[in-house]
């Protein structure tokens, strides 16, 4: 079990930096997703970042067709949180200028020091935020 997801853990690593390095190279920009949904939802440039998101979504669909374990939704889990995560969530990407993968995978392959703080940022919020909804909400 271990090795298979080992396996497709690295498989989905390469692919994602591999995307990454030639949507820089070959056009010049960084596949961070919020700035995408950003341009195909208040931009002209929609066709190239909604091929992308749709990628993303497709990549997802094969893996399940093709043996892959399925997302499980949380039983009890309440709306709110979730709804108020998402919120969260946009205004934090709005804040650092940028989403975990923007910051996480192409700002500290370029070694930027603002990716750093983001991504420490992402990672702090994200360890405290578990902690809260697991012990303080009883969440399981």
């Given at each position: 079990?271990?090795?298979?997801?080992?396996?497709?853990?690295?498989a989905?690593?390469?692919?994602?930096?591999?995307a990454?390095?030639l949507?820089?190279?070959?056009?010049?920009?960084?596949?961070?997703?919020?700035s995408?949904?950003?341009?195909?939802?208040?931009?002209?440039?929609?066709?190239w970042p909604?091929?992308f998101?749709?990628?993303?979504?497709?990549?997802?669909?094969?893996y399940?067709?093709?043996?892959?374990?399925?997302?499980?939704?949380?039983?009890n889990?309440?709306i709110?949180?979730?709804?108020f995560a998402?919120?969260l969530?946009g205004?934090?990407?709005?804040?650092?200028?940028?989403?975990?993968s923007g910051h996480?995978?192409c700002?500290l392959?370029?070694?930027s020091?603002?990716?750093l703080v983001?991504t420490?940022t992402f990672?702090?919020?994200?360890?405290?935020t578990?902690?809260?909804?697991?012990?303080?909400f009883?969440?399981?």
């Amino acid at each position: 079990m271990f090795a298979s997801q080992f396996v497709y853990a690295l498989a989905g690593g390469v692919l994602i930096g591999s995307a990454a390095v030639l949507l820089l190279w070959l056009n010049g920009r960084i596949a961070g997703v919020s700035s995408m949904i950003i341009n195909v939802m208040f931009t002209r440039e929609r066709l190239w970042p909604a091929l992308f998101l749709a990628g993303i979504v497709d990549g997802a669909a094969l893996y399940y067709l093709m043996g892959g374990d399925a997302p499980v939704a949380r039983d009890n889990f309440p709306i709110w949180l979730l709804a108020f995560a998402g919120v969260l969530v946009g205004v934090g990407t709005g804040m650092a200028r940028g989403c975990t993968s923007g910051h996480g995978v192409c700002g500290l392959g370029q070694l930027s020091p603002r990716s750093l703080v983001a991504t420490l940022t992402f990672l702090s919020v994200a360890i405290v935020t578990t902690y809260v909804v697991r012990h303080v909400f009883g969440v399981q």
